[in-house]
């Protein structure tokens, strides 16, 4: 199954919608106050309209991350009629799932994941290198016989497995088969994704000054 297999600008148009307008106003409240950059949303996949949006809230909790806040928020604050089936929802992750979300969308059922920024992005443009660290150490066990260099060039979790796919959003851009429409897409991403160049700066400026967060790793 792919979840954007029939019409990527459609589903890009929405996902970029959401972070703009939904998931970026909340994070900038959340970066303000000590939080990371990371949130979420869910959507339903016949609308694309969100049905819940959350951002990190590591102030109260470490556990708190945006993905896992969003999954809580899905199942506290719509009731049962108007809560479709994780199945039939599109998750949104502004940066790439941890371990532990990673873990949260597949004991919630989701069937997919579409992400903005990679591992490598939270790493070398918002220096949070702990999602890669935290795969290699403690879920990479290496193979006998395996060299160090073969580990390293190993997928740090199976992309697609019987649980979920997981789809970078420049993924959806290879998916738009006219060239000029995809161009026009892909600068669309690179807009969207500078808008966090700003949210990532009050961030380590709050973490510079100490900011009082749950959060072990800063
Ligand atoms: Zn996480």
């Known amino acids: 199954m792919a979840a954007h297999a029939h019409n990527p600008v459609r589903l890009l148009r929405a996902l970029l919608a959401t972070i703009e307008k939904d998931i970026i106003p909340l994070t900038a409240q959340g970066v303000s106050s000590g939080s990371k950059v990371f949130g979420a949303a869910i959507l339903s996949r016949a609308t694309l309209q969100p049905l819940a949006v959350a951002t990190n809230d590591e102030r109260l909790s470490p556990l708190l ?104 959003l420049k993924d959806l851009l290879d998916d738009i088969r006219d060239d000029v429409q995809r161009e026009g897409w892909a600068a669309e991403v690179d807009r969207v994704k500078r808008l966090y160049v700003v949210l990532s700066d009050t961030y380590q400026r709050n973490k510079q000054m100490g900011t009082r967060t749950a959060s072990f790793w800063r």
């Open 65 to 168: 991350h945006g993905e896992i806040n969003c999954i809580q928020r899905f199942f506290t604050t719509l009731d049962d009629a108007s809560r479709p089936s994780t199945k039939d929802c599109i998750f949104l992750a502004t940066h790439e799932p941890c371990s532990l979300c990673l873990s949260g969308i597949t004991w919630a059922g989701f069937d997919n994941f579409h992400y903005l920024f990679t591992y490598e992005d939270s790493r070398d443009l918002f220096t949070i290198p702990y999602d890669i660290q935290i795969l290699e150490e403690v879920f990479r066990v290496p193979a006998e016989g395996e060299s160090g260099e073969q580990l390293a060039r190993r997928d740090l979790y199976n992309r697609r497995n019987a649980f979920f796919a997981s789809v970078c």
